[in-house]
């Protein structure tokens, strides 16, 4: 079974400060790695999707890597802002489009 | 990417009764749609995968009787939580697929409070 763990469980730093949330996954068998935004009582939105065969993908100031090998995702979040604030979660694609997902990273962009 | 539509996005009930979620692909053909549970503080779980024809396929630990899944047309799955429970209470949220996608997409989510 998938296991995703994301490290830290949350985290707060002053704007501008670069963010780094980790995430690691048990079998690396995946077929594509996706890294989520979720608002308080809101639903998901789609942030980055690493397919299995990439190493990385940026989008603005976000960039996701992927190491299938030793079965770990980052992101990175530069010159962080307060409308960052949000969990962030990442997910653990099969190749039947099931997702398994960690708990998430809860950020806190102080101004 | 598709659009994925997930309605009410609210909604109080009564313990004892039911209540039906929608979950609309708006300009592709699904024919895989995901339910998922999300507790407090928690991650998203998995409660059923159901592809359009076919019953719904449940997670283990999922009742079947009480999650009533329907997936009667390549654009719609309902989920209908059947007498409803305080305990029920819960953040549900669809996503759907086809082959032309390598990822899935979520609806907005439904807030369920049973009271």
Redesign the interface.
């Known amino acids: 079974k998938q296991e ?1 763990t994301q490290i830290p469980a949350a985290l707060s730093v002053p704007e501008g400060e670069n963010l780094v949330l980790n995430c690691s996954f048990t079998d690396s068998a995946i ?2 790695l ?1 890294w ?1 935004r979720q608002d308080p ?4 939105t ?1 942030l980055l ?1 690493i ?1 299995s065969s990439q190493r990385e993908q940026t989008s603005g100031r976000l960039n996701a890597s992927l190491d299938k090998s030793s079965g770990r995702s980052t992101l990175y979040i530069a010159a962080s802002q307060p409308g960052d604030s949000a969990t962030y ?1 990442c ?1 653990v ?1 099969r190749s ?9 990273t809860t950020v806190t962009v102080r101004a | 990417g598709a659009v994925v539509s997930q309605h009410p996005s609210r909604v109080i009930c009564k313990s004892g009764t039911s209540v039906k979620i929608e979950c609309r692909s708006l300009d592709f053909q699904a024919t895989t749609m995901f339910w998922y549970r999300q507790f407090p503080k928690k991650s998203l779980m998995l409660m059923a995968t159901s592809n359009e024809g076919s019953k719904a396929t449940y997670e283990q630990g999922v009742e079947k009787d009480k999650f009533l899944i329907n997936h009667a047309s390549l654009t719609l799955s309902t989920l209908t939580v059947t007498s409803a429970h305080p305990e029920d209470s819960s953040f549900y949220i669809c996503s759907a697929s086809s082959g032309s996608y390598t990822e899935a997409f979520f609806g907005q989510g439904t807030r369920l409070t049973v009271v």
């Open positions: 995703v077929y594509n996706q989520f009582g809101k639903g998901l789609s999707l397919q979660l997910a694609i039947d489009y099931k997702l398994s997902f960690g708990a998430g």
